[in-house]
């Protein structure tokens, strides 16, 4: 039976050799005539430098928090706990980490060939962006399970002592991931403020003007914050709710593993992930248009087609489980993973009702920009408050049903096997991450590719095309990140139950005392409803100071080089890169350490007011992560569906007030929004990772 693991670490070799496949194949293509290759490579450069720059940062962290977890972490009946967990904890970092670089890598040299291929008609651009994109998808979801998979089948099936130590190996890739976010995010913002406010507000240029010297460091933020960036972040994501369920296995079943029901509660969130990378690939061939006006029915195509292969898959993994099992009726936990799979998608659906502009909130945004900058931030505010509702709704009949059903598979006998119900739905939600990122990073690319057809000054029809396929990029950015946060509540519930059961384990008493009635529950709540709003003050506040410089900058370039406005003289593009870098380098320290220092602080003094934080910091956090995602996508589309020539076109009042919104919905949508989610589920890994560290004390 143990057999069946290896088929993981197999289909994420197939996931591996696809994305070498589909990489290779969009650096054979075309990338343009000599001034596309000189600016791609600016962007490459500029890219590059500031990973390499954040992983030297990130390394002293890993390795501090490493040899912390060694030291502390030791138990009598597994002297080496600590040291193994540390070893998952930097395998996490590591893996996510490289996810991010490969998948920036093709990402900055696909920019120049879309844009090339552009020149011709849309479909080949899109299929170079889309396939860019799959790269990364395919990177982010084999990588994961890879690691996921190999440290399962060594922890878990072997048989060691501690089974929890595999919570080291989501611990690393959530710490690197809120990293990653937070400084990518940064960077990106304080660039994209600054071009933007400075060149297209005051100075009247248009957007990717090679005359603004912000320009270059805004394209290449949108690779290390939307492709480096969001990949790690959906990698963290994918890889808890593959952790989640197989912890909560062990809560089921014990240490010993003996039995078909131990052993298929520790194999199916393995293999859902498995069967969810081939699944992808065969989505991958469904994605193809020649029509301009069906771009985004093309992508939905794929990943519509990847979720009913998929669900065959579930039903048949469960269906087995059933067959060998005279305890669970598995065929039900199937259900609960096909309701998260619809959820995932349901959210999906409602965030791009918000964030299209072919729908009704984003053109209310757009018309209430004729009356000024203020009527606009305001709608933008509304909308993105309003549109948390249906999210919220839809995760909470997705935890009833998957509760309910999880109970059905035992003849609702066992609270824990409802939780583990809700934890497949989790993963069922993530399940087809591959094509998810694909959809998602094509966007930068598609942006990216709009900027250099403008710095090369390629014929206006290419940027026409590249401006479509950029606007379904907002949207479908929109659409991942929505995925990354509904996931994100029910992972971070199901590892919190784990935290719940592995406290009261390892402190040999009854159940904890969650009650309302417990001050200590109540002081957590609190501080932990909070957090994010400080989390978020601090990346906010941080993209304000960076972007503060940048347009300092950008207007200094403006009245000291002489001719700059005029064409006749270049802009050094290398300062604004500089300042970009290192805001985003200091900036990010803080918000991280937060996320790990915050919980283990709470658990030195009471595991109750532990638990409380963790709760609290789950609801305000995800419905934060919500509100500022949304609302900024739908500014940043509100832009765009003007800059088509409605309410008065690209330089009208109304467009002024666009761009307003735009830039504060940036730093909303690109920063502190998405970083929400990691935030919520790496408290509550550490909590899990420390907790024989709080019992000792």
């Known amino acids: 039976m143990n057999a069946l693991a290896w088929i993981a670490p ?20 075309d990338p343009g005539n000599e001034k596309m290759q000189k600016i791609s490579s600016h962007i490459q450069r500029g890219a590059k430098a500031f990973l390499f720059s954040e992983y030297k940062i990130l390394i002293i962290f890993v390795l501090v928090v490493a040899v912390c977890i060694g030291l502390f972490l030791g138990s009598d009946d597994f002297p080496a706990r600590g040291w193994v967990t540390a070893c998952a904890f930097i395998t996490g970092a590591i893996l996510s980490s490289a996810a991010g670089y490969c998948g920036m890598h093709v990402a900055t040299r696909a920019n120049a060939r879309t844009a090339w291929a552009a020149m011709e008609k849309i479909s080949p651009a899109l299929k170079i962006a889309f396939r860019s994109g799959i790269t990364m998808g395919l990177v982010v979801a084999s990588f994961g399970l890879m690691g996921v998979s190999l440290w399962a089948i060594f922890v878990l099936f072997a048989g060691t002592p501690q089974p929890e130590i595999i919570n080291g190996f989501a611990m690393g890739a959530s710490s690197v991931a809120l990293f990653a976010r937070v400084g990518g995010g940064i960077y990106t913002k304080a660039a994209d403020v600054g071009a933007d406010l400075v060149g297209k507000v005051e100075a009247g240029i248009p957007e990717d003007d090679p005359r603004n010297p912000a320009v270059i460091a805004d394209n290449v933020g949108d690779n290390v914050g939307d492709v480096a960036g969001m990949g790690a972040d959906l990698y963290e994501s994918f890889c808890g709710s593959i952790i989640a369920p197989m912890i909560l296995g062990v809560s089921m079943f014990g240490t010993t593993l003996v039995g078909a029901d131990a052993t298929w509660a520790l194999l199916t969130p393995l293999l859902i992930a498995a069967t969810g990378i081939i699944a992808s690939i065969l989505g991958i061939f469904a994605v193809n248009t020649n029509d301009e006006n069906k771009l985004h029915s093309a992508l939905d195509k794929g990943t519509y087609v990847a979720a009913g292969i998929e669900i065959l898959c579930v039903i048949g993994i469960c269906w087995l489980w059933s067959s060998q099992s005279s305890n669970v009726q598995a065929l039900w936990l199937a259900l609960a993973i096909v309701v998260g799979l619809i959820a995932g998608l349901g959210i999906g659906k409602f965030t791009e009702y918000f964030c299209s502009d072919n729908y009704k909130p984003v053109r209310k945004i757009a018309e209430a920009s004729e009356t000024g900058y203020a009527t606009n931030i305001i709608s933008g505010i509304g909308n993105g408050m309003l549109s948390t509702l249906a999210p919220i709704l839809i995760v909470a009949v997705a935890i009833f049903i998957a509760y309910n059903v999880g109970m059905q598979a035992v003849g609702r006998s066992n609270v824990t096997f409802g939780i583990y119900g809700i934890a497949l739905a989790a993963i069922g939600m993530l399940s087809t991450t591959a094509i998810t990122v694909g959809v998602d990073a094509y966007g930068p690319v598609a942006d990216n590719a709009g900027g250099v057809a403008e710095m090369a000054e390629l014929p206006h029809e290419v940027r026409n095309r590249t401006d479509k396929l950029d606007s379904v990029g907002n949207t479908t950015a929109a659409i991942a990140k929505g995925f990354a946060i509904g996931s994100a509540g029910l992972t971070a519930l199901s590892l919190f139950f784990s935290f719940k059961v592995t406290a009261e384990a390892t402190l040999g008493i009854g159940a904890l005392d969650l009650s309302l009635t417990n001050p200590m529950i109540v002081i957590g709540l609190f501080v932990g409803g909070m957090l994010p709003f400080l989390f978020g003050a601090l990346t906010m506040n941080a993209v304000s100071r960076a972007a503060n410089k940048m347009i300092i900058e950008v207007r200094r370039q403006f009245h000291e080089i002489a001719g700059l406005l005029e064409g006749t003289a270049d802009p050094d593009p290398e300062r604004c890169v500089q300042i970009s870098t290192h ?40 419905l934060l992560a919500i509100y500022m995602a949304n609302a900024g996508g739908a500014w940043d589309n509100a832009k765009k569906y003007i800059e088509t020539g409605n309410h008065g076109g690209k330089g009208s009042d109304a467009h002024k007030a666009a761009v307003v919104g735009d830039t504060v919905g940036d730093p909303f949508k690109d920063t502190s929004g998405p970083s929400m989610n990691i935030l919520i589920k790496l408290m509550t890994i550490v909590s899990l990772v420390f907790v024989p560290l709080f019992v000792a004390l």
């Open 583 to 622: 805001a985003a380098l200091r900036e990010m320290i803080v918000p991280g350490l937060i996320a790990v220092i915050v919980p283990i602080i709470a658990g030195c003094i009471s595991l109750e007011v532990l638990a409380g934080l963790l709760a609290g910091a789950l609801v305000t956090g995800f």
């Open 10 to 29: 197999g289909c994420a070799l197939v996931g591996i050799a696809c994305a070498l496949y589909f990489g290779s194949w969009v650096l054979r293509q």
